[in-house]
């Protein structure tokens, strides 16, 4: 089998003819953390580092892994130094998924076969360079050439959206629909939660110095974001919350920690329990859908955190995490009221995930393998579990969750040729008619989607 060649990830006749049937249908991807702005200023971008691994932090944790220093990832070296220090430790990332993505990235939309190594980096860095400076490399073009229908981003309550005007008149069509993430809203337990709720009230020209006020402006937010084509909000959370504590006890932890106090676990766990049902009560009204990331363990690594922030690589899984308690009387008080996709980090809570999908019906549903488990082994574990437990045509579909504008075709590519593959051994098998898996993952990959998050 060639590298990256026809029958990649598919291991089967039946697996190579479903992929065929769904290799070009479009893209849509319901949740990603596109830099909308870059879009709309759709600029060429000034070297292939900025636009394969800037903002990857994929590629930054398997870089450190090889132990290239800090400064060639995200300090102050140039990029041309960066992607030759990269390259110099690039056959050693063979197996891990960013090995795949980054050859998929050269070789579908800048055509450059070249296997990425020391002897090749400047070879491939000068091809790329000159590629990325034609008017074909623009970001509208590349979305246009991977085929992106429609994307969805990753947005504040204060942002205004003016980005995502500019874009979708450029694109004469709704290419990129904003994503309401209220997640600084509700973190309590924060060093900056009293700044940001300055920051949001100067924004709604409100003190929000109470919980009322602060009701209010999340609710102009929504309707705001709802104006604009906003389809679903998302909610990252170490672990989810029942939506069942009272205001009375939400508007005591809230002024005790607007007037300086430092909240309790117990305190801010109620705060949070509120607020998540009231946006999720917001969303049931407007019929959005409610996306749940839970489970992610951020920022452990202290020498990273401290010397460049949160974010940058330092996330990891617990399986210890409880998220069938505090989940079960959530989704009962929303039952068949509100559209939810749960996404796990741990790919021991997948089983969990999908018998409750399975028990509370068709408004929730699974999402892909999320972050850590965004690779072929995690993806295919999860649909051959989704398979035998809860529905393949419930499925949620394919989400990038990327910053980088290329993961909107490998990533998805690499989804299609997994879902074909497992679909296509049940039909081997004798399991499902080839006719039927033929519209099943056409459903998965596209209509589905589509439909349930009315894009």
């Known amino acids: 089998m060639s590298f990256l060649g026809e029958s990649y990830l598919l291991s089967s006749k039946t697996g190579i003819r479903l992929f065929d049937s769904v290799r070009e249908l479009p893209v849509v991807d319901a949740h990603n953390h596109a830099n909308v702005a870059e879009i709309a200023a759709n600029e060429n971008y000034s070297d292939p580092w900025r636009l ?234 407007k019929g959005w859908v409610f996306q749940l990331h839970m489970g992610a363990v951020r920022d452990v690594r202290g020498i990273l955190f401290e010397s460049l922030g949160p974010d940058v690589g330092g996330d990891v899984s617990d399986h210890n995490i409880d998220i069938l308690t505090p989940l079960v009387p959530f989704l009962n008080r929303f039952d068949d009221r509100l559209k939810v996709v749960l996404y796990c980090l741990e790919p021991g809570h997948q089983a969990t995930l999908a018998t409750i999908a399975r028990a509370f019906g068709a408004k929730v549903n699974l999402g892909s393998a999320w972050w850590l488990c965004d690779n072929p082994i995690g993806m295919r574990r999860q649909l051959e579990y989704i398979g035998g437990v809860d529905l393949f045509a419930n499925f949620a579909g394919m989400v990038s969750d990327s910053r980088k504008l290329f993961s909107y075709g490998s990533r998805f590519e690499m989804f299609r040729r997994v879902l074909s593959d497992v679909v296509g051994a049940m039909v081997e098998r004798g399991q499902v008619p080839f006719e039927v898996a033929e519209t099943l993952v056409e459903r998965m990959c596209y209509s589905g989607p589509k439909e349930f998050f009315r894009l």
């Open 52 to 285: 394969f691994a800037a903002t990857d932090h994929y590629v930054w944790e398997v870089l450190r892994k090889r132990s290239v220093p800090e400064k060639f990832i995200t300090g102050d070296a140039t990029p041309e130094e960066k992607w030759m220090r990269m390259a110099e430790v690039f056959p050693q990332l063979a197996g891990n998924p960013v090995y795949e993505w980054m050859h998929l990235d050269l070789r579908r939309y800048l055509g450059i076969d070249a296997l990425i190594g020391p002897d090749t980096g400047e070879e491939i860095w000068e091809e790329a360079s000159r590629a990325l400076a034609e008017d074909s490399s623009r970001p509208l073009a590349f979305l246009k050439k991977i085929g992106v229908e429609v994307m969805c981003s990753t947005d504040d309550p204060k942002d205004l959206l003016e980005e995502h005007d500019v874009v979708n008149s450029a694109a004469g069509k709704t290419l990129v629909r904003p994503t309401w993430r209220p997640d600084k809203a509700m973190n309590i337990n924060a060093a900056s939660w009293r700044d940001y709720l300055s920051e949001l009230g100067a924004r709604f020209n409100s003190s929000l110095d109470s919980l009322t006020e602060l009701l209010d402006v999340l609710r102009f937010s929504h309707d705001y974001f709802d104006q604009r084509g906003c389809r679903a909000s998302d909610h990252g959370l170490l672990k989810p919350y029942s939506g069942t504590a009272s205001f009375e006890d939400a508007d005591r932890v809230f002024k005790m920690v607007f007037d300086g106090a430092f909240p309790t676990a117990a305190d801010a766990e109620v705060f949070k329990s509120f607020i998540l049902g009231e946006m999720a009560e917001m969303d049931a009204e």
